[in-house]
């Protein structure tokens, strides 16, 4: 694993320490993960965790669908910090423990409820295409309804700036977490 590039500051400046302890009092509990390096901007790190916290707290999208995305853009990203904090807690929020391996290995899923399938195709394709065909998103609004099919794509959204911000910074995983498996091929 290469040096985090942006771990905890020795010193905040009174606009993180400001950020730090709104995140702090929250569901999250603390600064850690994405948020280490988004205390470099800390208004982006507080507009950004409240977007979060609903959607991982608050969403319409049901808890197992939530942690699917997130762990779709964690292997989509090789987002392993991503990935080994959110593994358990996909296999508590009920997500079959087949899913969250075959989404490990990016590969669709083929077991669990049928929404499963129906999350992972809308995301996946969004991702490959940068659009959704017609299909797809008749397929998930039929099965999720307008307001989940809007929150899933939310949770990719939000997940994937994350993703993106702690592949720029490097951020390792939690110790003793879970890691994603390499990637067939690499």
Do not use: C, K
């Amino acid at each position: 694993m290469n040096q985090d590039r942006l771990p905890l500051p020795a010193e905040l400046t009174a606009e993180q320490r400001a950020a730090a302890e709104r995140i702090s009092s929250g569901p999250r509990g603390g600064v850690f993960g994405p948020f280490v390096p988004l205390l470099r901007s800390p208004e982006l790190m507080t507009r950004l965790q409240l977007v979060g916290e609903y959607l991982r707290f608050g969403s319409v999208l049901d808890d197992d669908l939530v942690e699917l995305v997130i762990l779709y853009v964690a292997r989509r990203w090789d987002q392993d910090f991503e990935y080994g904090f959110h593994q358990p807690l996909a296999l508590t929020a009920g997500l079959p423990a087949d899913v969250v391996e075959a989404v490990s290995r990016g590969v669709r899923p083929s077991g669990g409820r049928p929404e499963i399938g129906v999350v992972y195709d809308l995301v996946d394709e969004l991702h490959e295409t940068r659009q959704v065909s017609d299909d797809t998103y008749a397929a998930a609004v039929a099965a999720l309804g307008e307001a989940r099919v809007i929150e899933a794509v939310g949770t990719a959204g939000y997940y994937t700036t994350l993703a993106m911000t702690m592949n720029v910074a490097r951020t390792p995983p939690p110790d003793g977490a879970p890691r994603l498996p390499a990637r067939e091929g690499s």
